[in-house]
């Protein structure tokens, strides 16, 4: 089945900083989402991406979905504390397959000590 | 405009006892889908349902796990005879149509003893 591999796996930041992070798949997918997770609760969406080479922003994040529609990354400007969490990647092949959502592994956001 | 709301939110059982999982979805949603999450894992898809069909259960375990979501009431998740391998977090996400967001409830926390 399709598999998606975000990295990093955890990362650390430092208020100010830009952090980027990126999912990669071995299939092609139609729509790729980024959602951000934080602990107890369940995914809220940030960004939505349709078209192969799409780039998207909302608010200080930007989100590109790849040309080979097999990748994307995310990036986030000028770091605050309140961005911690984790984000994940979601891939969807069509709307014919229900909205079926394949959710990579996450990559963790941490304040630096 | 309420969210999609699971409960309970934790849920603790002993090896052998059933859990049952409700989801109501957000209002004017129709379509229902259930996904599990490891400790450390992204979320895996389990099964999609519209009011009285389930439509792709693939991602199901053929034994002890059904859902269910009656023409009146909430989304049913039911495992039986529950092990230690089911203890995840549960989400359940519902939209209006195929070509609406996916909205995420807070998960219920199975536990099991």
């Known amino acids: 089945g399709q598999q998606l591999n975000q990295s990093p796996q955890s990362m650390f930041i430092q208020e100010g900083e830009d952090v980027s992070m990126n999912c990669t798949s071995s299939?092609?997918?139609?729509?790729w989402l980024w959602y951000k997770q934080e602990p107890g609760e369940g995914p809220v969406l940030l960004i939505a991406?349709?078209?192969?080479?799409e780039l998207t922003s909302n608010g200080r994040l930007t989100a590109q979905f790849g040309i080979t529609r097999k990748d994307s990354f995310l990036n986030i400007s000028a770091s605050i504390p309140s961005d911690v969490g984790i984000y994940f990647c979601?891939?969807?092949?069509?709307?014919?397959?229900?909205?079926?959502?394949?959710f990579g592994g996450g990559t963790r956001v941490l304040v630096k000590p | 405009n309420a969210g999609v709301m699971q409960n309970p939110r934790h849920l603790v059982r002993r090896r052998g006892q059933e859990a049952r999982l409700r989801c109501s979805p957000m209002k004017g949603h129709s379509h229902v889908y259930w996904y599990r999450q490891l400790p450390e894992e992204g979320l895996k898809f389990m099964v999609y349902l519209q009011k009285e069909n389930i439509i792709d259960e693939s991602g199901m375990p053929k034994e002890r796990f059904s859902a269910e979501f009656p023409k009146e009431g909430p989304s049913i998740l039911r495992i039986q005879q529950v092990v230690r391998g089911d203890s995840a977090a549960y989400f359940c996400?519902?939209?209006?149509?195929?070509?609406?967001?996916?909205?995420f409830g807070s998960g219920t926390q199975l536990s099991v003893l």
């Open positions: 979601a891939g969807q092949l069509s709307e014919a397959a229900g909205n079926k959502l394949t």
């Open positions: 299939s092609i997918f139609n729509t």
């Open positions: 996400a519902s939209l209006g149509g195929l070509n609406e967001k996916l909205f």
């Open positions: 991406l349709y078209k192969a080479g």
